[in-house]
């Protein structure tokens, strides 16, 4: 069974920076995508920043400029880093893989990894 594993979380400062990464482990033939989400308290779960296995990216408005996706495909990894980090980024970071084809043929259309806390705040 794929399972995607984020770390990097943490307290940072306004202005800081941050990296997360996310792995996803497990035999896998193919992940057509992977990105990022957040969820604030109180509020509903946000797209951050998407990759495709061709390298394409696609940013959250409210993060374009300041955050960047990148990815290593021979290890199913993705990293997003944050700069300029804000209070209001301050929420849980998911991790996302879209069309999840294992060493078994199954495909999982969605997998969701646990989340990883970033706090922005002096």
């Known amino acids: 069974q794929v399972q995607l594993v984020e770390s990097g979380g943490g307290l940072v400062q306004p202005g800081g920076s941050l990296t997360l990464s996310c792995a996803a482990s497990?035999?896998?033939?193919?992940?057509?995508?992977m990105g990022w989400y957040r969820q604030a308290p109180g509020k509903q779960r946000e797209m951050v920043a998407g990759i495709t296995d061709g390298g394409s990216t696609v940013y959250g408005n409210s993060v374009k400029g300041r955050f960047t996706i990148s990815g290593d495909s021979a290890k199913n990894t993705v990293y997003l880093q944050l700069n300029n980090l804000k209070p209001e980024d301050t929420a849980v970071y998911y991790c996302?893989?879209?069309?999840?084809?294992?060493?078994?043929?199954?495909?999982?259309?969605?997998?969701w990894g646990q989340g990883t806390l970033v706090t922005v705040s002096s």
């Open positions: 497990g035999s896998i033939r193919r992940i057509e995508s």
């Open positions: 996302n893989a879209v069309r999840v084809t294992a060493g078994d043929g199954r495909t999982d259309l969605q997998i």
